[in-house]
């Protein structure tokens, strides 16, 4: 937050995201937790908000998706979607940590207009 001229106190607009999360079936619900908090903990050390988050259910896919750094594919997926407020800069640490996540199949950050 800032001070404008008149002495009042503005504190900084951040434009709000969706994050889509997908991770395997079979894994643990603790491990699916502890993904959902890293992506938290980026948001509120940056100066945001989580403002929901919800797990959408398990779906099947199209086609087998390839498990990132280790074997075998996998068929279905959880969906998580991850609502919050950040600062745009704090965008690109999330891409870094979700990518370095071996629970996390594919993800998809979109900023609402």
Not at 28 to 37: E, G, I, L, T
């Amino acid at each position: 937050s800032t001070q404008s001229t008149w002495g009042l106190k503005i504190t900084e607009i951040m434009p709000l995201y969706n994050m889509f999360v997908i991770m395997p079936q079979q894994l643990m619900a603790a491990k699916m937790a502890h993904s959902v908090k890293r992506i938290a903990q980026v948001v509120l050390n940056n100066g945001g908000t989580v403002r929901k988050v919800e797990n959408t259910g398990e779906r099947y896919f199209c086609y087998e998706m390839k498990r990132r750094r280790s074997r075998g594919s996998v068929t279905a997926g959880h969906y998580v979607n991850v609502h919050f407020d950040v600062k745009s800069e704090a965008i690109k640490e999330l891409d870094q940590i979700i990518s370095s996540d071996v629970n996390v199949l594919r993800w998809a950050t979109f900023k609402v207009q």
